[in-house]
């Protein structure tokens, strides 16, 4: 071998080598990048069951913004600024009371000093009926007939589902501080704040904004969460 060759040799080598620590370090950045965003900014999760229908449905893949209310100590529930506190009518997802392992979804009703009381199936905030309009009946794979009503909470208009499974009573409760009450969509078949209280604020995992993948329901893709 000459020494021409044995140059370009020694200088593929050094190519190469400097282009597997650029894929190298363009990964390693990929993956910190990705953590960031995970820890601070933005995390998927799947809807695993139904207690949010018409809102979610059982499949929806949405993305939550981890940030809108604070920045956390990542891996702990310890915030190191917080930023705004959720109001109502918020979809959050949080750690769930009884089993901090898992992840709930519901959305607010009650912010902190807030009364809520449901009287005879109608839900009041501080003494006052929350109004809702008849908007067709709801019928689905899983739901036999229910009645799909507009809730108007403060400004934000959603759609509920009542079953008539039952005229409810409960409470009054005054929501503690730096705490909410949450509700599912689904008002007849929701595990929320009727059966074990409140939300600690700290205990959130960030507000949902979209849904970025449905299946099998494709209409719904890129669809805001209200």
């Known amino acids: 071998m000459n020494k021409k060759t044995d140059n370009r040799k020694q200088t593929s080598e050094k190519k190469k080598k400097s282009l597997f620590r650029e894929y190298l370090e363009a990964a390693i950045i990929a993956l910190l990048l990705a953590l ?21 449905l059982i ?12 920045i956390k100590v990542p891996f702990t529930d310890r915030y190191i600024m917080q930023i705004k506190k959720p109001k109502r009518g918020d979809v959050v997802v949080f750690k769930w ?10 959305r607010v009703i009650g912010i902190e000093g807030d009364k809520i009381e449901i009287k005879d199936d109608v839900l009041y905030v501080n003494d ?8 067709a009946k709801y019928k689905d794979e899983n739901i036999t007939l229910a009645d799909k009503y507009l809730e108007l909470l403060d400004k934000s208009n959603h759609y509920i589902l009542d079953e008539y499974i039952k005229h409810e009573n409960y409470g009054p409760v005054i929501v503690p501080k730096n705490s909410i009450f ?10 929320d ?33 209200r």
């Not at 960031?36 to 979610?56: D, E």
Request: charged share 25%.
């Open 182 to 191: 949450v509700m599912g969509d689904n008002r007849d078949n929701s595990l």
């Open 128 to 135: 006052k009926k929350i109004e809702i309009e008849y908007i």
């Open 97 to 106: 009371p009884k089993d901090e392992r898992k992840d709930f979804i519901k």
């Open 36 to 56: 960031f965003i995970r820890a601070f900014v933005i995390q998927a999760f799947k809807i695993p069951s139904g207690s949010m229908k018409p809102t979610l």
């Open 59 to 70: 499949g929806d893949h949405i993305l939550v913004n981890k940030f809108i209310y604070g």
């Open 193 to 225: 704040s009727r059966y074990w209280h409140f939300v600690s604020i700290n205990k959130l995992k960030g507000k949902a904004i979209i849904i970025y993948w449905s299946w099998p329901h494709w209409s719904r893709f890129g669809h805001l969460i």
